[in-house]
Nanobody, 112 residues
Framework: QIQLVESGGGLVQPGQSLRLSCKAS??????MAWYRQAPGKQRELVAS??????THYSDFVQDRFTVARFNAKNGYLQMNSLNAEDTGVYYC?????????WGLGTVVTVSS
């Protein structure tokens, strides 16, 4: 079965950190991207890592996040210095034979 499963979300205070994980089944994480969707807003790209290891970050990340792969089946998004604007559902995305594969998401809430 082809699927991506995110984990690691939770409730943290501003300034704290979280590490989100993405575990793949049935596919290889050649390319991996993290998206997020805040309440009432559209889903947006957070960060991505390509097959050759090239990474890309959206401007709002501002050197706070790191995207990487552990191996062909596991990747993560390290998030530091979180603030309230980072609240949302975070999704892992990859692809299989040209078709996008999405996880169901993990909820991140940043609140004091």
């Amino acid at each position: 079965q082809i699927q991506l499963v995110e984990s690691g979300g939770g409730l943290v205070q501003p300034g704290q950190s979280l590490r989100l994980s993405c575990k793949a089944s049935g596919i290889v994480l050649y390319d991996m991207a993290w998206y997020r969707q805040a309440p009432g807003k559209q889903r947006e790209l957070v960060a991505s890592i390509a097959r050759d290891g090239t990474t890309h970050y959206s401007d709002f990340v501002q050197d706070r996040f790191t995207v990487a792969r552990f191996n062909a089946k596991n990747g993560y998004l390290q998030m530091n210095s979180l603030n309230a604007e980072d609240t949302g559902v975070y999704y892992c995305k990859s692809e299989n034979r040209g078709i996008d594969v999405w996880g169901l998401g993990t909820v991140v809430t940043v609140s004091s």
